[in-house]
């Protein structure tokens, strides 16, 4: 009876052992299937997810392969058509036997990286050579090179043929999102290897901006969903108040305790002091803000300041409103009805003003060399 007993203890504990061992297995195939479930669905999210970004990123790139739309229009220029330069002062500049297309119109950068037919560093005989220094007002954005304000300008000046020259040459200097302290940089480090004979800065409102880092990425360069998020987000906060508007901003950037107005203004002296060492004639061409020229302008404090900064230094300066204002509702001046910058018809006005300033300054060295040379004069007695 005992050994029966006994049989029967064991076989319950085994019976018990076993049913543990299946409970326990049971679990743990409960948990590897909750685990490999909860796996499956990250990963179907994931995929979800990559999926719809590169569906965004096939129509944005379709929907803005050739658009009109500002802000991915420039970072398009950024990522084709700048590469980053060593000298912080210059920061950028155009990567030179580039090509793009932004703005509905054909962009070639030359040997030289300049938007620009190509020219030789040594000025030929018998031509006048003018330098355009500015932004991308002066690169000419959403314009063809030939609407430019430095092609337009070149134009007139040989229709009118000069006194004393055989042609004259307008070399488009413009890179887009550079402020004077690049402009500057950029005629002390590679402009004046041309011999100009007038250096035509055109100055504009956000030039007291800080020098801008040209940073390059993969992801930044190449998608243009990061890119479009990026810019939207950004078009966001300034509608609801977070950033301010452009009016305030710009304003702002003429505070006298502002680190970029104070290196703007040391730039504008560099400039006027190394043209004058070198002979070179030196004119800062004020371009307006577009917005609101008509009435009240709202920066003409701004203007005043540069005026005031350059007349210490004996430096002309020929403020563009003046030759652009009434001449119809303010948009008519603009490349787009959402992008203010000067378009073929703004240039043409900016370009006959700088031409009447050329010439005045022509006709009067003339006039005076004459009299100098005149049997009356001082120097022939």
Known sequence: MASYLQTELKSDAGRKLQRENQVAESHCRTE???TGKLLSKV???????????LLLEGMLRVAFYHSKDFSMEMWKYAVQIKRPVADPKLS?????????????????INSQGLRDHEYSPTKPAGVYRIMLLGDSTTFGWGVPLSETAAKILERNLNAEHLPGYDRVEALNAGVGNYDTVQEVTYYKTRGRAFHPDLVVLVYFI???????????????????????????????????????????????????????????KAALVDLASTTQKENTKLLVAILPELHQINNSYPFTAAHQKIKDVLANEHAPVLDLIDGLRDHGPESTLWVTPLDDHPNGRANTLVAAQIQDWIQNELNQATGQAQQQSSPGSNNSQ
């Open 32 to 34: 590897a299937t909750g």
């Open 43 to 53: 990963a179907l999210l994931a995929f979800a997810l990559l999926f719809v970004a």
């Open 92 to 108: 950028f500049a155009h990567r030179p036997n580039s090509h793009g297309f932004f703005m509905g119109v054909d962009v070639q």
């Open 206 to 264: 956000n030039d007291p901006e800080p020098v801008p880092v040209e940073r390059k990425g993969f992801l930044v360069d190449s998608s243009y969903l990061i890119a479009f998020s990026v810019n939207r987000f950004d078009g966001v906060l300034r509608r609801i108040g977070t950033r301010p508007d452009w009016n305030k901003y710009y304003s702002s950037l003429y505070d006298d305790d502002r680190t970029g107005f104070q290196a703007c």
